[in-house]
């Protein structure tokens, strides 16, 4: 009768689970003659961020929506123009959103009255020279932006650095497979099959920046420090 081995595991840890062959009776892998194998393995590597998304806003308020309106387009402009004077292309500048809505004052009993109106417009910056971020930051500050959030930092070409997980992953499941073996008093025959099973590649955020602190600062600063890329796989092998 076939027997039926799984392992889940990753670089660090992992634990051993048996299971009987009639669990794997509907799966449509090849016949195997020998013992079945199934290793779980994350291969994982680190890399500097080459990219920051950064949300910029402009706040304004006044007595009418057309003039909060006039007065947000104005500053808007003024901050997007910062950005492209600083090099930044128009493929990494977008809108995000633009906002208008009317500003209230609460009384006990009275039904509230509007007092003005508040228009709020955004765009993403796209920063491909992460160290520099921080400058056009308070060069936006300086033109008019008044509400600054991020920045995310990400990998904007990872994979190469996926396929070293990859490998890393499949080496580590071989590594495994043959260790196991052993203890067993047995041989790896071959790899049945390999499936992927997770790529996790998580932006690195960091917390929103308040206008107090860039105002304060003459040179912002931003260090990308390094981001973690891992890929998780299945390798299901026949021990004799």
């Known amino acids: ?119 709020t417009s955004r765009v993403n910056v796209r920063f491909r020279e992460v160290r520099k971020a921080g400058v056009i930051l308070d060069a936006l500050v300086a033109a008019g932006a008044n509400q600054i959030d991020g920045p995310s930092l990400s990998i904007d070409h990872p994979g190469a650095l996926l396929d070293q997980a990859r490998e890393q992953a499949v080496a580590t499941a071989r590594s495994r497979a043959a260790l196991y073996a052993r203890a067993a008093g047995m041989q790896v025959r071959r790899i049945v099959a390999i499936s992927e099973s997770g790529i996790d590649t998580p932006p690195r955020p960091m917390p929103m920046a308040t206008m107090a602190r860039f105002k304060e600062s003459a040179d912002t600063a931003i260090e990308p420090g390094e981001q973690r890329l891992s890929v998780s796989v299945s390798v299901t092998f026949e021990l004799q």
Request: cysteine-free; proline content about 5%.
């Open 1 to 119: 009768m076939n027997k039926s081995i799984i392992v889940y595991g990753s670089i660090l840890l992992g634990s051993t689970i048996f299971i009987p062959a009639a669990v794997f009776a509907q799966t449509s892998a090849p016949a195997i003659n020998g013992t079945r194998l199934d290793v779980m393995t994350t291969g994982e590597v680190s890399a500097v961020p080459d990219i920051a998304l950064v949300g910029a806003g402009v706040v304004t308020q006044a007595a009418t929506a057309s003039e909060a309106m006039a007065e947000n387009a104005r500053r808007a402009s003024a901050t997007i123009a910062a950005l492209r004077k600083a090099g930044i292309a128009d493929r990494d500048i977008q809108t995000s959103a633009i906002n208008l809505g009317p500003q209230y004052r609460y009384a006990d009993n009275q039904p509230p009255v509007i007092t003005g109106y508040q228009a």
